[in-house]
T-cell receptor
Framework: DQQVKQNSPSLSVQEGRISILNCDYTNSMFDYFLWYKKYPAEGPTFLISISSIKDKNEDGRFTVFLNKSAKHLSLHIVPSQPGDSAVYFCAASPPQGTSYGKLTFGQGTILTVHP | SQTIHQWPATLVQPVGSPLSLECTVEGTSNPNLYWYRQAAGRGLQLLFYSVGIGQISSEVPQNLSASRPQDRQFILSSKKLLLSDSGFYLC????????????FGPGTRLLVL
């Protein structure tokens, strides 16, 4: 049972344009969401997160949007750069104190930004 | 600042051989520790987590085991490797104080032949 889904295995975007990566979840107990970026043969690096009490969080070129009613979150990258090319994972966490900080990850989306 | 180390970076092992992967964290104490596996073309699957020395919880039945002999040391082991154990193994840590973000090590690529 895939509780966190990234339905687009890949996304190709032109440099300078917006990249939109999507993520859906089924467990309504999730209340904290994270995005990680991963290059081949490296560990994922934390990118940005959002609590369920918010619907938007912004950090430089990266913005995460959360729609709780739709159980959907998205990561916007504007403008996209070739160095953004990587695999992006979304992850979700239940409330504090209920799961020892375990994260449930999506399958990942490969983003390719063309010069 | 905190850093997390994993070794070896790459490992090629024959089927039936033992395995020991090590993860250490520096610059923090009492972290929560996690082992993940990323199979080819797949997402990150949580294998084990630990909230303290000697405390190991397994998430999925498998051929692997984990141990935490010291506060900042997490070891992934197997007595006899299977072909299906091939993958990219990642160790992660999280501060004990409330924060959901986990920080990952560089990973170990394991190929079982």
């Amino acid at each position: 049972d895939q509780q966190v889904k990234q339905n687009s295995p890949s996304l190709s975007v032109q440099e300078g344009r917006i990249s939109i990566l999507n993520c859906d979840y089924t467990n309504s107990m999730f209340d904290y969401f994270l995005w990680y970026k991963k290059y081949p043969a490296e560990g994922p690096t934390f990118l940005i997160s959002i609590s369920s009490i918010k619907d938007k969080n912004e950090d430089g070129r990266f913005t995460v949007f959360l729609n709780k009613s739709a159980k959907h979150l998205s990561l916007h990258i504007v403008p996209s750069q070739p160095g953004d090319s990587a695999v992006y994972f979304c992850a979700a966490s239940p409330p504090q104190g209920t799961s020892y900080g375990k994260l449930t990850f999506g399958q990942g989306t490969i983003l390719t930004v063309h010069p | 600042s905190q850093t997390i180390h994993q070794w070896p970076a790459t490992l090629v092992q024959p089927v039936g051989s033992p395995l020991s992967l090590e993860c250490t964290v520096e610059g923090t104490s009492n972290p929560n520790l996690y082992w993940y596996r990323q199979a080819a073309g797949r997402g990150l699957q949580l294998l084990f987590y630990s909230v303290g020395i000697g405390q190991i919880s397994s998430e999925v039945p498998q051929n692997l085991s984990a141990s935490r002999p010291q506060d900042r040391q997490f070891i992934l082991s197997s007595k006899k490797l299977l072909l299906s154990d091939s993958g990219f193994y990642l160790c992660a840590w999280r501060p004990r104080t409330y924060q959901e973000t986990q920080y990952f090590g560089p990973g170990t690529r394991l190929l079982v032949l």
